[in-house]
């Protein structure tokens, strides 16, 4: 017993192509494979991301209270805001980013950091 059907799909642009059951099915496994890679490097990039944030707390943190003190008494002995960004980048090896994230705690903020 056979069972027909019209499959018409939008395929390769924006033209409606009639299509087998073969063809459908190949086109969908490649779009669900497309879809799953972009997830995947989407959520990749965001991991890599934390990780880089994280990675400027240990720096700070693990650098034991020394450097902690050092990078609070940089904070509070600046003008404003941006020379404070600048001296932690200059001088303690953090980027933007991380200057952004020590800022957004408590602790940044409680040092008078703000840009």
Known sequence: RSVNFNCVALADGSKP????????LVRF?????????????????????????????????AGGSGRLDRIVAAIRGAADGAAAAAALVDHHGLSREQVGAVDSTSGGRSCGVWW
């Open 17 to 24: 192509r009639l299509m087998g059951l073969k063809e459908m």
């Open 29 to 61: 496994l490649d779009f669900r494979c497309e879809v799953v890679s972009r997830r995947s490097a989407h959520a990749l990039a965001a991991a890599q991301a934390r990780l880089h944030i994280v990675g400027g707390f240990l720096s700070v943190l």
